[in-house]
Structures are given as C-alpha cells and as structure tokens.
C-alpha cells in the first residue's frame, strides 16, 4: 500500500491545504489594504459633485508654498458634518505635498485647555487657520446663509479657500477701479450702477480693491496689478491716454475695460489706444435675432465662447449658462492692425450668425447693409460679431530664446454685466476669469455655494412597534427557521 493512500498522508495534506488557504486569504487581505492605503481612488457619485471641491480650489491648494494647519474647536458635542466632510476634502487633496500639505485638527476647548490656550481660542465652533506666523479665524456659523431661521446654503469652501489664500500668500494682488469719467463705482450699491457685489466678490479672493481717482492723481499707482475701467461717460485727458499707453506697453500692465454702447471710443480718448493694441470697438447696438439670443427686452444672450483661451474655456467645458447682457456694443480685432510684433488679439465671444451692430437712427431694427456693422469676411469667428476681445502682447529680450510676457487688455463691449443687479454666475465667472487671466493667476473656476438637503422619516407609533417587533424578532427568527432546514437537509 502506497505511502500516499494512508490517513496520515491525507491528513497531512489536509492540513497543508487548510494552511496554504490561510496564507493565500491574510495574502489576500493584506495585498488589498496595501492597494487601499497606497492606490487609493475615491469616486463622488452624487448629482452635481456636492461633495468635491471645485476646480478653482483644488488649483489653488495644489500649488500651496506653504503648509497649513485647519484647526476646528468643538466642546464635547459632535462636530459639524458639513465643515468635518469638507476639510478633510482639503487634507486628501493635498496629501501628496509631503510638507506642504493641508493638516487638520480638532480642539475639545474644555478638555485639552493647554492646547487651546497655545492657539489662543477659548470659543466652540471656530475655524483657525495657521501658517508660519500667520493667522486667521472664521466661525462656523458664517459658513452657513439662514432662511426662516434654519440654513440654507453652505458656501464652507468659498470661506476656507479664501482663508487660505489669506494665510498663504506673501503678498496680495491689487485691483483698482478707475473713476473720474463717470464710472461705476465700487463704493455704490445701486443696482443698476453700483459695483458692491463685485468688490466683495473680489475680495473674498484675497484682492485688494480700491477705487481710484485718476484725474485727480495725474499718474497711475505703482502696486497697481490690474486697472478696472466699467462704463465711462466722458474723455480722459491726452495725458491720461499717455499714461494708460505707458502702463501697457513699457509697465507691463493690466486692464479690463467695459465699453457700453452710446459713445464713440474717440469720444472717450480712447480709441488710439485699443487700435495699439489690435482692438476696434464699433458705435453700434448688436441685435442678434436668432431664437434664444435675445429677451423680449433686447437684452443680449451670448452662447458662442472661445474654447481654447483660458479666460472662456472653463465656461465651456463647465457648460455654464449664457452670458447675459444689457446694451451691446461690437468688439473685434482690427483687420488692419499689423501682424507679428508679439500682439495676439483674439475674439472670446460672438454673437449669432443672423446678428448685425444697428447704426441706424429709425425706431425699426432691421439691418442695412449700407450703413450697420456685419461680420468681416476671412475674420474668426466667421460670420460673427464679437462682443469681447483679449489682446496680449510678448517680446523678445536681449535675444534671449523665450518671450517676455507684456501688457494684456480685455475689452467687453458693455457696461452693465458687472452691476450689482446683473452680476449672475456666468458674468462673475467670466470676470474673475479676466482678472485671473490678467494678472497670471490662471485659476478659473468661482466657488459655489452648496444647498443643504434634509430628509425627514414619517412614521406612526403603530408602524414604530411593528418596526421594531420586526428587528427584535423577526430576523432572529428568520435565521433560526433557515438553520433548522439546513439541519434537516444534512441529516437526510
């Protein structure tokens, strides 16, 4: 009888099998945590991404100089969900920044008083945010809007990126608005004139923003970073068309401009200037009679975007609703501007290809081809009328083999898309975009706030006792009548 054939073998065998299935199981196990802790991929599947950080976030702490500690105080209760679930979105975005990375901390105020002493906090549901010697605190309860005394949005992620920014960057960009013209302000609340909304939007991305009086100062400010020209109603002086001229082509400077229609560009003492820089702006009013680009009330609805410069690509690849404006003006790159140089002007918003620019005095709108503005043919986009242009200039320096980045001009052909009663999502995103753009801070997305969603259970005290009957007995029982058939089953 072979060796092989008697219980001893086999039950070594056995044995041998029940051991390589232990191995082959804790292998198993351990080979997944190892994936899990080194190649770890997490997926939100909710409508709308609620809990992801927007792209504008994520390009900012990404590229963090320095680390950042996010420090929550709490008093024993449980923490806040919403605040918990968002930070540590900034900690897993930044993991793999190795010390400049985003680190959270919770504080029990009560329990560990040494610590909150050493950060300097004694209150419950703060947000500190530290990094090196600098330092900011946020309540938690102005994460949160209010309606009829519950909350309603969230806008968490605005205030901490924000707060970031605030702690992390050396030094803050400077934007001022122009004034003396006639301009909008930023110190007015109208909502037909006023800026407000705009200035705290600007502001709460970590800008200074003031307004600037430019005939009374005769000369640009020094830190200026991007100038803010919004539908002006008179000339600048030759000499402050001179110093515009200066701060673009030998400062390397920055300025949006938005031009309503109404007045010539020559009236305004501006017209050299944009023609310097390839841009000609029209003294007309565009009336684009394609269906779904133009309100009963002729306000204009921009749906054709460039999607390839970075100031209106993430308006596209975002899907984001149509630019909405008021009275509109044609804006184009001049066709007889001269090439090369290292001017590049480019169209960033087109009408439809039913639109013309009306010149015409008469009450009917109808285009004339002898006397209103029509696309030219040959220029992009084809068969449009473009309503914003973006115009940069670079320059080669002392031979060297790159180009030295020069001024950039924005122009948008309106005046009304930054007021406070029509700055919506899609205008804000497009100028931030603009100052982003302008001033080298290519982070494109705004931050929006998010809905907080309740659920409630409706249940009578009946349906709670069947409930309850069900869990307490019910499963039990239901495990205990499959063991009993299983039972039965092996016995015959």
């Not at 219980?7 to 041998?16: M, P, Q, S």
């Not at 976030?57 to 996010?70: G, Q, Y």
């Not at 009408?351 to 209103?372: C, M, N």
Request: aromatic letters at 6%; hydrophobic letters at 40%.
């Amino acid at each position: 009888m072979s060796v092989l054939n008697t219980f001893r073998a086999t039950r070594w065998v056995r044995t041998i099998n029940l051991l390589l299935q232990a191995v082959l199981f804790v292998t198993l196990f351990g080979g997944l945590n190892y994936v899990a802790t080194n190649h770890a991929a997490r997926f939100d599947l909710t409508r709308g991404r609620k809990f992801s950080l927007s792209a504008e976030t994520l390009s900012f702490v990404r590229k963090l100089e320095r680390p950042v500690r996010i420090v929550v105080t709490t008093g024993g209760e449980s923490e806040n969900a919403e605040v918990r679930g968002l930070v540590d979105e900034y900690v897993h975005a930044t993991e793999d920044r190795g010390a400049n990375r985003i680190i959270r901390e919770t504080v029990d105020i009560y329990q560990n008083r040494r610590r909150a002493e050493e950060l300097g906090v004694d209150q419950v549901g703060l947000l500190l945010l530290l990094s090196g010697d600098r330092r900011r605190i946020e309540p938690i309860d102005n994460l949160y809007t209010l309606k009829n005394k519950q909350r309603d949005t969230f806008h968490g992620e605005q205030t901490i990126t924000a707060a970031i920014l605030d702690v992390t960057m050396q030094r803050r960009e400077k934007i001022y608005f122009v004034t003396g013209h006639g301009e909008f302000r930023i110190d007015n609340a109208d909502a037909r004139v006023g800026l407000t909304a705009l200035r705290d939007q600007l502001k709460l991305r970590n800008f200074d923003v003031e307004p600037f009086d430019f005939p009374a100062n005769r000369r640009l400010p020094d830190d200026a970073s991007l100038l803010f020209v919004v539908s002006p109603q008179s000339a600048f002086s030759r000499q402050e068309q001179e110093l515009l001229r200066q701060y673009l082509a030998n400062g390397a400077g920055r300025i949006v401009c938005f031009l309503p229609p109404g007045k010539p560009t020559a009236a305004l003492g501006l017209d050299d200037l944009l023609l310097d820089w390839g841009v000609l702006v029209h003294n007309d009013i565009v009336i684009d009679p394609e269906p779904g680009h133009m309100t009963e009330n002729l306000e204009l609805l921009i749906r054709h975007l460039s999607g390839t410069h970075p100031l209106t690509k993430s308006l596209v690849t975002a899907g984001s609703q149509a630019l909405r404006f008021g009275p509109t003006r044609t804006v184009m790159p001049d066709p007889g501007r001269a090439l090369g140089g290292g001017l590049t002007t480019v169209t960033l918003a087109a009408t439809s290809e039913k639109a013309w620019g009306e010149r015409g005095t008469d009450r009917q709108l109808r285009p004339d081809r002898g006397v209103d503005t029509f696309p030219i043919p040959g220029m992009d986009p084809p068969n449009r009328l473009g309503v914003i242009v973006a115009s940069e200039r670079t320059a080669a320096r002392d031979n060297l083999p790159f180009s030295v980045r020069g001024g950039k001009l924005v122009v948008i052909g309106t005046g009304d898309a930054v007021t406070n009663g029509r700055l919506d999502e899609a205008s804000l995103h497009l100028t931030l975009n603009a100052v982003n753009w302008c001033i080298d801070r290519d982070h494109q997305l705004s931050i929006k706030p998010r809905p907080i969603e309740r659920f409630q259970l409706a249940i009578s005290a009946a349906d709670f006792t069947k409930l309850r009957y069900a869990l307490l007995a019910g499963l039990p029982g239901l495990a205990l009548i499959l063991g009993t058939i299983v039972y039965w089953t092996r016995r015959s």
